[in-house]
């Protein structure tokens, strides 16, 4: 198995990668809706800077799939959250599906 099968991805959410500050505020690309799995369980995860941050949803896409630190998410629900990190969970050659794990406020 090299990568998550596409029947599991069961979910859309939208992503709007963020590019950084601006004078009025945070900075987002165009939108991209991707298929997913999301898991809305709350846990505590390390953010890019080292601290333990509460997350409360986690999608499993597709690997590659681009979310960088601060973008904004729009979940299936309706609520619209941030990532707090993205981590690329590659099996190495084993059997088990590759995926990006996007963790979510």
């Known amino acids: 198995m090299s990568q998550i099968p596409g029947w599991?991805?069961?979910?859309?959410?939208?992503?709007?990668?963020?590019?950084g500050d601006?004078?009025?505020?945070p900075l987002y690309g165009p939108?991209?809706?991707?298929?997913?799995?999301?898991?809305?369980q709350t846990r505590a995860v390390i953010s890019p800077g080292g601290e333990q941050v509460t997350s409360s949803s986690t999608a499993y896409c597709a690997p590659k799939t681009k979310a960088?630190?601060?973008?904004?998410?729009?979940?299936p629900s309706g609520r619209t959250t941030t990532v707090i990190a993205t981590?690329?969970?590659?099996?190495g050659g084993l059997p088990?599906?590759?995926h990006t794990e996007i963790q979510l406020t």
């Open 8 to 19: 599991l991805l069961r979910h859309q959410i939208t992503i709007e990668p963020y590019l």
């Open 96 to 98: 088990t599906p590759d």
């Open 68 to 75: 960088p630190p601060l973008s904004r998410v729009k979940l």
């Open 87 to 91: 981590v690329p969970r590659d099996g």
């Open 22 to 25: 601006s004078s009025t505020g």
């Open 31 to 40: 939108s991209a809706t991707v298929r997913c799995f999301v898991d809305e």
